[in-house]
């Protein structure tokens, strides 16, 4: 029992997210042109279909090992994730003036650091499912059924804790004074 404890803690947190950058294109040679291009054709998000400057997407799955035991009852033994996560961010289309690639790249950096966080909020979300689920149990369960119904319940809750610490980061970023709010303000009047 030991061993088997001290292996689960061992194979939790062996994996690794794989991340990639999307783009999409803008048109625009000043900042308020680029900034009116996102406003054109930035990723639509949420039910509104709202169009924002950049967005984090992931798509996660699982390899689970549930084993019935003895006792009648199921453990999952072990939950391997399969985290991809992908940044979609604005790009230019063609060469910008030398002032506003400056202005852009400060934005970019930015915007990107932003999306960033979310990315890592996943992967503590990740980690949290990871730590609820390996080692869970459900008495009488011979078939493995009823540990599945309760492990849903429970990973729902720590799904919609990420949500909610996402929207209050984007809240905190775009208010007013906001660090997003504070790289528009740079990219539209700087040039």
């Known amino acids: 029992m ?3 404890a001290a292996t689960q803690a061992a194979a939790q947190g062996q994996w690794q997210a794989v991340e990639k950058v999307q783009t999409y ?14 406003g054109e054709h930035g990723p639509q998000v949420g039910s509104l279909k709202l169009r924002t400057i950049a ?16 006792d009648g009852s199921c453990v999952l033994v072990s ?5 991809a996560i992908t940044y979609m961010l604005p790009k230019p289309r063609g060469k910008l003036p030398a002032l ?9 950096a930015g915007v990107h650091a932003h999306e960033r ?22 008495p009488d369960d011979p ?11 429970r990973l ?3 799904s919609l804790m990420q949500r909610q610490r996402s929207r209050d980061f984007d809240q905190v970023e775009m208010s007013d004074g906001g660090n997003v709010h504070q790289l528009i303000l740079a990219l539209v009047n700087g040039g």
């Open 2 to 4: 030991a061993f088997c």
């Open 25 to 38: 294109a803008i048109k625009g040679k000043t900042g308020p042109e680029l900034y009116a291009s996102i």
């Open 55 to 70: 967005h984090t997407n992931f798509k996660l799955t699982w390899s689970r090992n549930y084993q019935r035991q003895d």
């Open 79 to 83: 939950a391997r994730p399969n985290l």
């Open 100 to 108: 506003i690639r400056k202005n852009w790249d400060i934005f970019y």
């Open 117 to 138: 966080v979310h990315g890592e909020m996943i992967k503590d979300m990740v980690r949290e499912i990871e730590k609820v689920s390996i080692g869970f149990s459900a």
């Open 143 to 153: 078939d493995c059924r009823k540990i599945r119904t309760e492990l849903t319940k």
């Open 156 to 158: 729902a809750e720590i």
